[in-house]
């Protein structure tokens, strides 16, 4: 198994600009969980889908970031325009929620710079 | 609102020794707890889950102690090794919300030969 793969692994962008993040699930799972790291904050959920259905998106900062699932393997989150204070590793997660403690395989995280 | 504290200090330990790091939790009473290990530049990686009628949980070298009284996980790894040196995040659910989890800001051990 691959495990959970995001591409790209970096990213360094313009201010302005539109940031698209991608991430493919571990075959079988049906949780996706986009996440954003930085040294102040520490790991933040942005949202988390269910079967391809956005269950939860109140850590979405603001209308600037969505995050899509076209199908049960595939997730983006974009960033639309992008700012400075976007600069974070994103990482997503998935899972296979057949029980209430559900264990999440991250990805490798992209890092994004925002200049 | 709930609250995980993980001690940011990093914790500097020798090799063979015992690491203890701790996680501590305010405002909600989670039915399980997790902790995840994540080395720089990688995704963290689930290492051990305690339910709330578990008051410790073993897997080789690693212990976890789960108190809901006092509101505290405590990890411990017994015989520490260089290999072991990565932050340690704990991880609770969200009050409501089973797939949802809090993450604490980690604790960064450092295993010194």
């Known amino acids: 198994d691959a495990g959970v793969i995001q591409s790209p692994r970096h990213e360094v962008t313009e201010m302005g600009q539109e940031v698209t993040l991608r991430c493919k699930l571990i075959?079988?799972?049906?949780?996706l969980f986009w996440y954003r790291q930085t040294m102040m904050r520490g790991l933040e959920l942005l949202i988390y889908?269910?079967?391809?259905?956005?269950?939860?998106d109140s850590g979405m900062p603001e209308d600037r970031f969505s995050a899509k699932m076209p199908n049960a393997s595939f997730s983006t989150l974009k960033i639309q325009p992008s700012e400075p204070r976007d600069s974070a590793v994103y990482f997503c997660?998935?899972?296979?929620?057949?029980?209430?403690?559900?264990?999440?395989?991250f990805g490798p995280g992209t890092r994004l710079t925002v200049l | 609102s709930q609250k995980i504290e993980q001690n940011s200090e990093a914790l500097n330990i020798q090799e063979g020794k015992t690491a203890t790091l701790t996680c501590n939790y305010t405002?909600?009473?989670?039915?399980?707890l997790q902790w995840y290990r994540q080395d720089p530049g990688r995704g963290p990686v689930f290492l051990l889950l305690i339910r709330e009628n578990e008051k410790e949980k073993r897997k080789e070298r690693l212990k976890v102690t789960f108190d809901t009284t006092l509101k505290q996980s405590l990890f411990h790894i017994t015989a520490s090794q260089p290999a072991d040196s990565a932050t340690y995040l704990c991880a609770l659910p969200y009050s409501g919300g089973y797939q949802k989890v809090t993450f604490g800001t980690g604790t960064k051990l450092q295993v010194i030969p």
């Open positions: 889908f269910n079967n391809n259905v956005p269950i939860d």
């Open positions: 997660a998935s899972s296979s929620s057949g029980g209430y403690t559900d264990t999440q395989y």
């Open positions: 405002n909600y009473s989670p039915a399980y």
């Open positions: 075959s079988g799972h049906n949780s």
